[in-house]
């Protein structure tokens, strides 16, 4: 090996140091875009997880909303059956009560019946003692 005049090792000291110092930014820039990368993927992972828990969060208003609305349509439904129901109830009672005046009526005029023919056969009983008496007296 044949020695290098000093200007031309002096320019090759530098090249080598250039090359060592590129090499070396090279090297923190991969690490700092691998942190980079790391960082993004954390916050990703974050926001999904954030995402996921919002659209549970939804998810369970939802639920309780249906459920809420749901029993809401029960309790109407509930109110409405009673409603029917008393509806029901009422038109019978209306029914049983026009039957029972109707029956009460009924018996009325079948009892008002039976007393005037019981009186007119008191009457017709009187009359006829009576005449019995004019028989006698006779």
Known sequence: SHPFPPCEKERMTQSLQSLEMARRAEESIRVEQ??????MERKRAEMQEWEHQQHMEHQRLEDREIRHLSQEAKARARAEKMRASS???RKSAQEDLRNKKAE???KTVGGEEE???AHLRKQEEKAEERKKKKIEEH
């Open 34 to 39: 691998k942190r980079a990368e790391e960082a």
């Open 87 to 89: 509806e029901k109830l």
């Open 104 to 106: 009460d009526s009924w």
């Open 115 to 117: 007393e005037r023919r």
